[in-house]
Each structure stands twice: as C-alpha cells, then as structure tokens.
C-alpha cells in the first residue's frame, strides 16, 4: 500500500505560479511511476503530467511548457512546478501511484491521493 498526500494548492492570479507536493509513505517510492491529474466541476479527471521511475516525463498538450513535473526519491516527494497559470487551469489536482510504467489514463494508477484545490483567478 502507498498513501499520497497532496499540498501546495491555493487562489493565484492568472500568470502567476504555484508548486504542488506530493509526499508518499509506505512502499519503496522509487520503483512507483508517479502521475498528477485534475478535476475541474462537472468534468472527468483528466491527465496532467506523469514521471517513471526513471525519471522519463510526459505532459498534457494544454500544459506542456507551463508546468514540470519532478521527483526526489530521497524525499518520496513528487511535484507539480505550475507556470503562467490560467484560469482554466482551475480544478481539484490529485498525485497518483502506478507500480509500472507511466501513463495518461486515471485506470493505469494504483493508488491516489485526496486533493488539493488549485484556483486561478482572471
């Protein structure tokens, strides 16, 4: 079992940044591929950014160039580096854990955390 924990959320301005952490307890953290994904109201949850455990990353077409995702095995921490944030960038995000390889489907995880609300005012 691996339990996720998500912080960093907050109200920002458009254009401005935001850092999500995600720290994981339980299991090795390294041999788990790490994802990030949102959920805005009234939509499904869609994917972000995702990291193997290799370090080897890939991002949603509408935040490539914005966003960076990261992970510190030392720490079991992943992040979610948020630039030039926009207002449709607001939604729930929520760290994900997959024993295999990375993927852009919420069904490739194993394991997910509780959230937390990122808000980007106009």
């Known amino acids: 079992q691996v339990q996720l924990v998500e912080s960093g959320g907050g109200l920002v301005q458009a254009g401005g940044s935001l850092r999500l952490s995600c720290v994981a307890s339980?299991?090795?953290?390294?041999?788990?591929?790490m994802g990030w994904f949102r959920q805005a109201p009234g939509k499904e949850r869609e994917f972000v950014a995702a990291?193997?455990?290799?370090?080897?990353?890939v991002y949603a077409d509408s935040v490539k160039g914005r966003f960076t995702i990261s992970r510190d095995n030392a720490k079991n921490t992943v992040y979610l580096q948020m630039n030039s944030l926009k207002p449709e960038d607001t939604a729930v995000y929520y760290c994900?854990?997959?024993?295999?390889?990375?993927?852009?489907?919420?069904?490739?995880?194993?394991?997910w955390g509780q959230g937390t609300q990122v808000t980007v005012s106009s």
């Open positions: 994900a854990a997959n024993e295999g390889s990375i993927g852009r489907r919420v069904s490739t995880y194993d394991y």
């Open positions: 990291i193997s455990r290799t370090g080897g990353t």
């Open positions: 339980g299991r090795t953290f390294s041999s788990y591929a």
